[in-house]
């Protein structure tokens, strides 16, 4: 079964450094993980699970006022980061029939890993500013959020 993603391609290119030309064959597949893993533990299971069966049976979230906040003030933000953290150091790498390569540009310098760590670490950081924003939003509103 497919996962149904919380933010599209458009929404990683425009909020975060990832560059527009990038495949998104490249990176799609960091968005699943970050939201499979990051958000689902952030926001848990049931609400994970209720997000995913409404876009999944087509329901129109920005028309629901409580899931558009949720997605679009705190989740999307979150995904964001969690997606950028997890692709950043994949992202110079392709394997091919060949074996492992690193990509290389004839214009442009490789970044050494501590370089490569330190963008991980700041996107991830931004990541859990954004959770703890999510997590004391859920603990002001509990009410209205019973997943």
């Known amino acids: ?20 030309n990038v495949d998104t064959d490249k990176f799609i597949q960091f968005i699943k993980i970050a939201q499979q893993i990051d958000i689902q533990q952030i926001i848990g299971t ?10 999944v049976a087509g329901i129109d979230l920005s028309a629901n006022a409580r899931w558009k906040t949720i997605l679009d003030d705190y989740i999307v933000s979150m995904l964001i980061w969690y997606a950028q953290s997890n692709y950043i150091p994949f992202a110079a790498y392709q394997i091919k029939n060949g074996g492992v390569y690193k990509h290389t540009s004839e214009n442009a310098q490789n970044v050494d890993k501590n370089e490569v760590d330190f963008l991980v670490e700041k996107a991830r950081t931004n990541a859990e500013w954004y959770s703890r924003r999510f997590i004391d939003f859920m603990s002001f509103n509990q009410a209205t959020y019973p997943e």
């Open 1 to 20: 079964m497919a996962t149904a993603l919380f933010i599209n391609r458009t929404d990683l290119v425009k909020n975060s450094i990832i560059d527009g």
């Open 46 to 55: 049931n609400m994970y699970d209720g997000l995913t069966a409404a876009i």
